[in-house]
């Protein structure tokens, strides 16, 4: 069974500072992507990375696949109250279609 | 439509009681997930169907959960005999595939939430 642990669980900031949040899991991916969900809604898809050490960038939001593809950072730079909301990673196992979900991260942004 | 529905986007039945969830995918999409998501947890895969067929059914979690896709768009998710513990949101999302395996895209949808009572 594939797991991908999140971490941190919740993370309360204010305006203006940057955070990171980290996605690691002992098995190899052969994709991952991060999803924004808020309350009552689904998850919305915010980026698929593939290849290791890959690095893509949506605006303030900077993601990045491990070199193995076992893990995934994402990176907010100068966060806003917009951003606030439950992030979460899935991973597709090679041969899979089925995406692994982490627990998510909790994000809230203090204005 | 531009997203993928589902309906309802409530449901509270009675425990023992049968009830089935709807999704449209997106137009011209493929493939089609299901996944369920309980409080506090991230989503967790159910079922996958490649045009009309299941193609992976390995997260059904019992026999009294069973989908099927007709005419290979809209799918029913079907719940017999449900159980207080069946309660959780249960997501539909849909894919094109034209990415292949390596970053194929899911589009989820707003969810179900299905309370037993």
């Known amino acids: 069974t594939q797991l991908l642990e999140q971490s941190p669980q919740f993370l309360s900031i204010q305006e203006g500072e940057n955070l990171t949040v980290y996605c690691n899991s002992s098995?190899?991916?052969?994709?991952l992507q991060w999803y924004r969900q808020e309350p009552g809604e689904g998850p919305v898809l915010l980026v698929t990375v593939v290849t290791g050490g890959e690095v893509k960038k949506l605006k303030r939001l900077t993601f990045q696949f491990g070199d193995a593809r076992k893990d995934s950072s994402l990176h907010i730079t100068a966060a806003q109250p917009g951003d606030t909301g439950l992030y979460l990673c899935a991973g597709m196992g090679a041969g899979s279609y089925q995406l692994t979900f982490g627990k998510g991260t909790k994000l809230s942004v203090i204005p | 439509g531009a997203g993928v529905s589902q309906t309802p986007s409530n449901k509270v039945t009675e425990k023992g009681k049968y009830v089935e969830l709807r999704c449209d995918p997106i137009s011209g999409h493929t493939a089609l997930y299901w996944y369920r998501q309980s409080l506090g947890q991230g989503p967790e895969f159910l079922i996958y169907?490649?045009?009309?067929?299941?193609?992976?059914d390995s997260g059904l979690p019992n026999d009294r959960f069973f989908a099927v896709r007709p005419e290979g768009s809209v799918s029913t998710l079907k719940i017999q005999r449900t159980e207080r513990g069946d309660s959780a949101v249960y997501l539909c999302a849909s894919s094109s595939h034209s990415r292949g395996l390596a970053g194929d895209e899911q589009y989820f949808g707003p969810g179900t939430r299905l309370t037993v009572t």
């Open positions: 098995s190899v991916f052969s994709s």
């Open positions: 169907f490649q045009g009309t067929g299941a193609a992976d």
